[in-house]
Each structure stands twice: as structure tokens, then as C-alpha cells.
């Protein structure tokens, strides 16, 4: 058996399916094993980074284990800011990384990054974005590097590299040194009896904030229990919005997102409350701005995998959805709570925005609209900036549907990949939610699920910009210039005239959207709707909110 038909082999005794990559000299002898193993599929993407970003959307959208294989030199490289992504968000990614032979190492071959003779040194780059990175040296040594690195993975709830040099991949290794075990360790979970003791004493209302651990564990059940035994009320942070306040989820105790997009009833509630609960959040910057004054006006308890980034009372757990039937279970019958309180209903809160009569489409329409014609079942795949900051702050994730962000790095493009890694992870229809500027950059994997015929609305923005940077002119550059608009153009037209047969149009208003969008939930594999909008038009973030546009020729410098 070689090196690449064991790691097929183990990818797919521990219920990998798919990988996703690049192909290349360097590691197409992965390829070859995929194709001859009945129950792996190889999809081919269009760049590695968007192959890294469908490996980290399989795997949120609850596939398992998302695997990415990339060739060496710029192939690698590409790969970096979607694991960079996966790091920073906690996302269970194995990455095999194909490297030139060995016997060229540190002799001046092509794509060379052995660390040798002055070579780049793949090790310490992939170290950077990883739990765990390993030069696998010689072909025995695959066996403990795969299970270790599968480990790793799933353990610290990350990306996993595996460096593979080309004769390594191709060598045999003897069927005694085989090792079909997964990997994987059983969850360390301490016990969360501290938290039902503060709930036991609490003497009012309780405010849960949930994050993404809820969604990675596949707690939503667990957690909906747990809010209904204490009648809380749920926020969620930006990129976990699928895990709570979801229509049939305890939608009326839902008080929406927190931090830089989120709503401002989250404050007003934390503020009245008698204890917040934090489940399966670190609560960075992006998830907790604007509440730092009321999360210090009330005790605050934390159960996940991580501690906060605020100082409050952490319970660890691997598995949320264990701990929080336990918790679940300790808070019923003779230990309930005896002195909460049900919260006063607290009205719908959101961010007001200028009003702005520009051309084109305005953004919190837009997502009234996919909001009235989105069924249940549907995933949302959203992109970064001003579109972005709209559709989290405006649009409720879809009952039973997942509602997937990328927040850790924010890297534009992100929903292309991301959109197919969750269509094959749920077979599932797929809308995503991107602009312009995130289209050029990574927008091709249209193709790619144009090519495997994945039900995946494609929804562009095109406002003529990366909007979120001509904002930032406005605001804090006085507007006398701009490095971010570009020209015009009609998106769904050129994707039509590249791709026959791909239903893409452009709209120009509501009316246009609704049509276009009703009549591509209706097709058969993907469509596109490029949606005109305007780059002037303020989005709901907090951080432009509190500035309004500086007249032209003024400067401000705290940016």
C-alpha cells in the first residue's frame, strides 16, 4: 500500500468523504487514490484558497472533518489565509500540503520549502496557522503523523498540516505497519455543577449569549432546553447565528447579535439581568463591542472549550451537548432555580442607519426580502463587509438551515468555497451573500459548482466597490478622494455569456430581486442574482455609526 492510498484509506474509515484541492505534481498521487477508492470524492476547486475555505464550510456545516490537499510552492501558499481563517474561528481542518522530493531538499529545486540551504521553510509558516504542523520524512512515519494530526484537529478544534514530500507520497509502507484507529480522544468535559449552583442562587432574569462551539458540537437541542428550563433570553454572537432565536428555536426570547453588527437590546438586557450565561464563546472584540459595561454589571459564568477573553467564572467542556444535558438535568425537578424571573418582553431592537436614496438597491430591503421568501431548510453563507454587516445584522438565520460567517480573518471570497464545502456536507440549498469586490477576488468557484451541480444561489451585491473601505474615506479621510471604486458592471450578464446555461440575471430593485430570487430557489444546481446597490449607503456597524461623514477636505486621524 503507498503513503496516499493509506491516508485515503483512514480518511474514509473515520467517515471522510470529500477532499477538497487543487491538483498538481506534487500531490497528485492523492488524486490517484482518491479515484480509486468507491467512497472519496476529489473536488477540484479554482484556487487553493477557496479549496481551503470549502474544507472549513464542509466542516462547520457539520460534514465532519474537512480535508484540503494543495501542491507545493504558490499552491501552498494560497492555502494559508483559509487555514489563518480556520485557526482563528476553532474549525477542525486537515490540510495535506504536497512538498518537491526529498532528494531535491536544499539543492535549488522548484517550489523548494524544505527550510534547507536557505530555502523557505513550509514547517515554520504552517506552524503559524495550525495546532499542529509535521514534515512526514519517511513513509513509516505517516501512520503516527495522520492519526496525530486527525487528533490535533479534532482535539484543539483546528487546522492540521501535514507536509508531504512527493516520493513519500508514492512509497509503500507494509500492511503491519497499517493503523486504522480515528484519532480521535474522548472529551474532556469537568463538571458544570458550579454554574447550576450561581443559576440556583440567581434572583432574576438570565441572559445566555451563545457562540459557535453550540454550532460545531451540534448543541442547538441541548441549548433550546436549557433556555426553555430557565425562560432566558438568547443572543447570539455574530458568526453562531444559527444556534438560537431561529423560528421554532425560542424565537420570542431571542434578542438577536451582539457586538460591532449586533443589536442594541442586547445591552439593554444584560444590563437588567441577575446572571449571563456564556455558552461556547470567547467573546472577542467583534462579538462583545458595546457590552463591556454591561457584562461588568452582572456576574458572568462561561461553559466551552475556551475561556472568554473578559475575566469571568470558566466550566471547560469538549462536548456541549453532554454538558449542558447535565446541566440540564442538575436545574431540573428538586434542583430548579426557585427566584428567577421571566424577563419584561423587550421590543426588537436595531441599528439606525442614515437614510440614503442612492441608486440601486437598499441593503436592509434586500434582506426583508430573502427573508420573506427564504424557506426553512435553506443555509446562508455570508461574505465580509458592508453586504455582510447587513445580512448579520437584518436577516434571521432559516429554521433548521445554517447560517455560516467567517469572522476570524474576514478574508473576502470566503463564501464561494464555503458555500460548496455546506451544500455537500448537508445537501442542502445554499444561498450565498457576497459583494462585488469579494466576487472578484474568489467568484470562479461559480464554476466549480456549475461543474458538480450544487443548489447554490449565488446573491452579488455589486455596488461598483469594496464598499466597506469607501465608507472608511468617507468617515475618516474626509472623502476627498477614492482608491476603492470601480467601474461599472453587470455581473449576471458576463456570468451568463461566460457559462450558457448558468440562470444568472442582473436586478435593478426590489421587485427585480424577488422575482430572480423566487425563480432560483426553483432551479436545479446554481444560479446567480447580481443585485445593484449603491457603495454610499451606511451599513449597520457600530464603528461607522459613531462618525458620521466628515465634510470633504477635513481629516480625522483616529482611525
Given at each position: ?72 510552492g504558490g499552491g501552498a501558499l494560497n492555502t494559508v489565509p483559509g487555514l489563518a481563517e480556520a485557526l482563528a474561528s476553532r474549525v477542525p481542518v486537515l490540510a495535506v500540503i504536497g512538498q518537491p522530493p526529498t532528494t531535491l531538499e536544499g539543492r535549488g529545486a522548484f517550489q523548494d520549502t524544505s527550510g534547507r540551504n536557505g530555502a523557505m521553510d513550509a514547517r515554520d509558516l504552517f506552524a503559524s496557522v495550525s495546532v499542529f504542523c509535521h514534515r512526514v520524512t519517511t513513509p513509516a512515519d505517516i501512520v503516527a503523523a495522520l492519526r496525530s494530526a486527525v487528533a490535533a484537529a479534532r482535539e484543539l478544534r483546528g ?401
Amino acid at each position: 500500500m503507498r503513503v496516499v492510498d493509506h491516508i485515503v484509506e483512514f480518511l474514509s474509515a473515520i467517515g471522510v468523504s470529500h477532499i477538497f484541492g487543487v491538483d498538481g505534481a506534487n500531490i497528485e498521487d492523492l488524486y490517484d487514490a482518491a479515484h480509486f477508492h468507491a467512497d472519496m470524492t476529489a473536488v477540484l476547486a479554482k484556487h487553493e484558497f477557496s479549496a481551503a475555505t470549502m474544507a472549513d464550510g464542509y466542516s462547520r456545516g457539520g460534514g465532519g472533518l474537512g480535508v484540503l490537499a494543495a501542491t507545493s510552492g504558490g499552491g501552498a501558499l494560497n492555502t494559508v489565509p483559509g487555514l489563518a481563517e480556520a485557526l482563528a474561528s476553532r474549525v477542525p481542518v486537515l490540510a495535506v500540503i504536497g512538498q518537491p522530493p526529498t532528494t531535491l531538499e536544499g539543492r535549488g529545486a522548484f517550489q523548494d520549502t524544505s527550510g534547507r540551504n536557505g530555502a523557505m521553510d513550509a514547517r515554520d509558516l504552517f506552524a503559524s496557522v495550525s495546532v499542529f504542523c509535521h514534515r512526514v520524512t519517511t513513509p513509516a512515519d505517516i501512520v503516527a503523523a495522520l492519526r496525530s494530526a486527525v487528533a490535533a484537529a479534532r482535539e484543539l478544534r483546528g487546522p492540521a498540516v501535514l507536509l508531504l514530500p512527493k516520493d513519500i507520497q508514492q512509497s509503500s509502507i507494509p500492511a503491519t505497519d497499517r493503523d486504522r484507529g480515528d484519532g480521535a480522544a474522548a472529551p474532556r468535559s469537568a463538571d458544570p455543577h458550579p454554574i447550576a449552583h450561581a443559576l440556583r442562587r440567581a434572583a432574576g432574569p438570565v441572559t445566555i449569549i451563545a457562540g459557535e462551539q453550540v454550532a460545531r458540537d451540534d448543541a442547538r437541542d441541548e441549548l433550546e432546553e436549557l433556555r426553555a428550563l430557565l425562560r432566558a433570553r438568547v443572543a447570539t454572537v455574530p458568526d453562531a447565528k444559527d444556534v438560537a432565536g431561529t423560528p421554532g428555536r425560542g424565537s420570542s426570547s431571542a434578542l438577536g447579535v451582539t457586538g460591532v453588527m449586533g443589536h442594541p437590546g442586547v445591552a439593554s438586557a444584560l444590563t437588567g439581568s441577575a446572571l449571563c450565561l456564556l455558552i461556547g464563546t470567547r467573546m472577542n472584540v467583534t462579538a462583545s463591542a458595546g457590552l463591556d459595561d454591561a457584562l461588568a454589571s452582572v456576574p458572568v459564568f462561561s461553559l466551552g472549550c475556551a475561556s472568554p477573553y473578559r475575566p469571568c467564572a470558566h466550566v471547560h467542556t469538549d462536548d456541549l451537548r453532554r454538558s449542558l444535558a447535565t446541566l440540564v438535568v442538575a436545574l431540573s425537578g428538586e434542583g430548579r432555580p426557585e427566584r428567577l424571573r421571566v424577563p419584561a418582553t423587550l421590543p426588537h431592537t436595531e441599528l439606525q442607519t442614515p437614510v440614503h436614496t442612492g441608486p440601486g438597491v437598499r441593503y436592509r430591503d434586500a434582506m426583508l426580502a430573502f427573508d420573506d421568501l427564504l424557506p426553512a431548510g435553506v443555509d446562508i453563507v455570508v461574505d465580509a463587509g458592508n453586504t455582510g454587516a447587513a445580512a448579520i445584522h437584518h436577516l434571521p438565520a432559516r429554521r433548521d438551515g445554517r447560517f455560516v460567517v467567517a469572522l476570524g480573518m474576514g478574508g473576502m471570497g470566503y463564501s464561494f468555497g464555503a458555500a460548496i464545502g455546506v451544500a455537500l456536507a448537508r445537501g442542502s440549498h445554499v444561498v450565498v451573500i457576497a459583494g462585488d469586490g469579494s466576487f472578484y477576488m474568489h467568484g470562479m468557484e461559480i464554476h466549480t459548482a456549475r461543474q458538480y451541480r450544487l443548489p447554490i444561489t449565488f446573491c452579488l451585491f455589486d455596488n461598483h466597490a469594496h464598499a466597506m473601505c469607501v465608507t472608511r474615506e468617507q468617515i475618516f479621510y474626509g472623502a476627498r478622494y477614492s482608491y476603492n471604486r470601480f467601474g461599472e458592471s453587470r455581473l449576471g450578464a458576463g456570468l451568463q455569456a461566460m457559462f450558457p446555461g448558468l440562470p444568472a440575471t442582473d436586478v435593478t430593485d426590489i421587485a427585480g430581486l424577488r422575482a430572480a430570487l423566487s425563480a432560483a430557489l426553483e432551479t436545479d444546481g446554481p444560479a446567480v442574482i447580481s443585485i445593484d446597490c449603491s457603495a454610499d449607503e451606511i451599513p449597520p456597524f457600530t464603528a461607522f455609526l459613531a462618525h458620521p461623514p466628515r465634510p470633504e477636505g477635513t481629516h480625522r486621524h483616529d482611525t
